[in-house]
């Protein structure tokens, strides 16, 4: 499912986010005060994978016959 909405990049997001995370709490326990940076780009990856995990249902497309929603990925491999 991930491969076929093409969500690869928001996972990537989310691992570099907790990797971030623990590099800050590590950081945090030596008193180093560029921790804080650390902790910054950890919110920022992580709101970007969340918007990135959102992109697909916001980009899907409703049918007009059905009460089904397409989304695009599924339908260009289909092709």
Do not use: H
């Not at 623990?22 to 709101?47: C, D, H, P, Q």
């Not at 980009?59 to 339908?75: F, G, I, N, R, T």
Request: with cysteine; glycine share 4%; charged share 25%.
């Amino acid at each position: 499912m991930i491969r076929i909405l093409k969500l690869q990049k928001a996972v990537i997001a989310f691992i570099l986010g907790v990797v971030a995370l623990v590099a800050y709490r590590i950081m945090s326990e030596n008193k180093l005060e560029s921790s804080r940076y650390l902790l910054t780009l950890s919110g920022i990856l992580f709101i970007a994978g969340a918007l990135m995990f959102l992109y697909p249902i916001l980009s899907a497309k409703k049918v007009k016959e059905e009460d089904c929603v397409e989304l695009d990925p599924e339908k260009q491999e289909e092709l």
